[in-house]
């Protein structure tokens, strides 16, 4: 399974962006997949995540009301639109992805297949 992220860079606080994580190679029909961020000097944490097709998602307390999780599955891709970004919204963010429902949602070890991650700077 391979997964690549994009849509990084820097922006520009109250600003929108969407990120985009392409995946290929996996052939599961049910999927956890998941945005997770890691500030410098920070332990890795997860933004949102969701069970690929089941229409549910789970969100981190400090991105909920901002930041939306969803699929395109025709695509194979994964999005993160996050609006009204905040300074302390700047880290990289990587996408993972696992063959099982993942519990809880923000497992970090439950996630078997990460990206190279994006970096997402907000001034």
């Known amino acids: 399974v391979q997964l690549v992220e994009s849509g990084g860079g820097s922006f520009q606080a109250g600003g929108t962006l969407t990120l985009s994580c392409e995946i290929s190679g996996y052939n599961s029909e049910t999927w956890s997949m998941g945005w997770f961020r890691q500030r410098v000097g920070q332990a890795r944490e997860g933004v949102a995540a969701t069970l690929t097709g089941s229409g549910i998602t789970f969100y981190g307390d400090s991105v909920k009301g901002r930041f939306t999780i969803s699929e395109d599955k025709a695509k194979n891709t994964l999005y993160l639109q996050m609006d009204n970004l905040k300074p302390e919204d700047t880290a990289m963010y990587y996408c993972?992805?696992?063959?099982?429902?993942?519990?809880?949602?923000?497992?970090?070890?439950?996630?078997?297949?990460w990206g190279q991650g994006t970096q997402v700077t907000v001034s």
């Open positions: 993972a992805a696992d063959a099982k429902a993942v519990a809880p949602w923000d497992w970090i070890g439950g996630y078997t297949s």
